[in-house]
């Protein structure tokens, strides 16, 4: 059997998703730029995905939603806009975002520290997330711009952006989310939180890869991307990625209409596989409470178990699962964000990650759940570390403990 539970990575392209983009390869190929009807028929179907972007996350008409090549494309071009429109122009000089957002900010962050900029990096609580209080605190009147991310890619806990968005717009500075680990998994409504800005991605979300989005409220101004052709307003130009456009269309659509009943079916499965790998694995314990957490996500941590060690074996029996942020994957270092939370150096190199789809069934669940414990068996009859740690007879497990 072959189990994919590294859905926060990648999805599968819904079969529904590539029957909508096919036509757009080979039959309806025209540049959508050029004015015969090669390129014009391409319209209509371009503005119905489009429309169904504005849909999912209740965009407004004078909102913008301009389509990328990925997440990473949107957040450093937002990073990367505000420094050169607002803190080039010695205006301000000081970004804030936190240590566990995904690589693309972070590195971006580094990057603009290298040019000048102040980066304040906020700590988490022992849940993984980030306070509005905190980011209160350490708003500054120099500060242009907050970055924080809607839901964590490692440990699946939502972050109050509704609660620091406000703070954002009261001190009148601008708010980014990366909202790539939240669309599609829980709601997401633009009106209600109100970002300035909001990056997500298709291939999250049963979309192909290769597109993503940048939301801007009230199309405010952002330096362009891309300068040409003056496609997407002018603000990214080149040639429009057109079956991306329509398959993320698609998949945004399926994803969201009926969110709440898909995530109730894929929450139950997530919690009978962590119910039953805590109960029958002793010394392991999953980090954020689960009713704080996407439905989909486990970060679970098997003392005495090295993620990678885990991961082979879980490998060697059809399951694909990870130790973290898949750009960081080849490299053995340290789960970041268990660092972060407090978790000593060997723990955070514990953690392994679970990530569901509604396309996860009961069947997958059940062969996971035994050939997890038989993984996890054999590799601490081989640890020394564990043969060291091994406290408690009976073991202890829980969730979300890290004292
Ligand atoms: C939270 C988060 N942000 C950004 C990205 C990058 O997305 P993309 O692959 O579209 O560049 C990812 C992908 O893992 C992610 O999980």
């Not at 995905?49 to 990328?68: L, M």
């Not at 900010?105 to 580094?110: E, G, N, P, V, Y």
Request: with cysteine; glycine share 8%; hydrophobic share 35%.
């Amino acid at each position: 059997m072959k189990v994919y539970l590294d859905n926060n990575a990648t999805t599968m392209t819904a079969p529904e998703v590539v029957e909508e983009m096919l036509p757009f390869f080979s039959q309806m190929y025209g540049n959508p730029n050029s004015l015969h009807k090669f390129g014009t028929q391409t319209h209509p179907h371009i503005s119905k995905a489009i429309d169904r972007i504005y849909t999912a996350i209740n965009a407004n008409d004078n909102d913008d939603v301009v389509i990328t090549s990925c997440a990473t494309e949107s957040n450093n071009w937002v990073l990367k806009s505000v420094y050169n429109d607002k803190i080039k122009k010695g205006e301000k000089n000081h970004i804030v975002t936190t240590e566990v957002e995904h690589p693309s900010i972070l590195s971006t962050c580094k990057w603009l520290e290298e040019q000048g900029v102040k980066v304040t990096y906020l700590p988490v609580n022992e849940e993984g997330v980030v306070e509005p209080h905190v980011v209160k605190s350490f708003i500054t009147d120099k500060t242009a711009l907050v970055s924080v991310m809607w839901a964590n890619n490692e440990t699946g806990m939502i972050f109050p952006v509704k609660e620091i968005a406000q703070i954002c717009h009261e001190k009148g500075v601008l708010f980014h989310t990366d909202a790539v680990q939240a669309v599609g998994k829980i709601p997401v409504d633009v009106q209600n939180v109100r970002p300035d800005f909001m990056s997500f991605s298709a291939h999250k979300f049963h979309g192909p890869k290769g597109v993503g989005a940048l939301y801007i409220r009230d199309s405010q101004a952002l330096t362009p991307l891309l300068h040409g052709g003056e496609q997407m307003g002018g603000r990214r130009s080149g040639t429009l990625n057109v079956p991306g456009i329509i398959g993320m269309g698609k998949a945004i659509e399926m994803a969201t209409e009926h969110l709440e009943e898909t995530m109730a079916k894929v929450r139950a499965k997530r919690d009978r596989l962590e119910d039953a790998l805590l109960e029958i694995i002793p010394d392991t314990f999953t980090v954020g409470s689960r009713d704080r957490r996407t439905p989909n996500t486990i970060l679970i941590s098997i003392r005495g178990v090295e993620g990678e060690g885990m991961l082979w074996d879980l490998n060697r029996y059809g399951i694909g699962a990870s130790t973290g942020s898949a750009c960081a994957s080849e490299d053995l270092e340290a789960n970041t964000v268990m660092l972060a939370i407090g978790a000593d150096h060997e723990l955070a190199h514990t953690g392994i990650r679970l990530s569901l789809s509604r396309y996860t069934t009961d069947e997958e669940i059940d062969y996971v759940i035994e050939h997890f414990k038989q993984a996890v068996d054999r590799l601490r009859a081989i640890s020394s570390s564990y043969a060291k740690v091994q406290p408690t007879p009976g073991g202890e497990t829980k969730e979300c403990e890290l004292h």
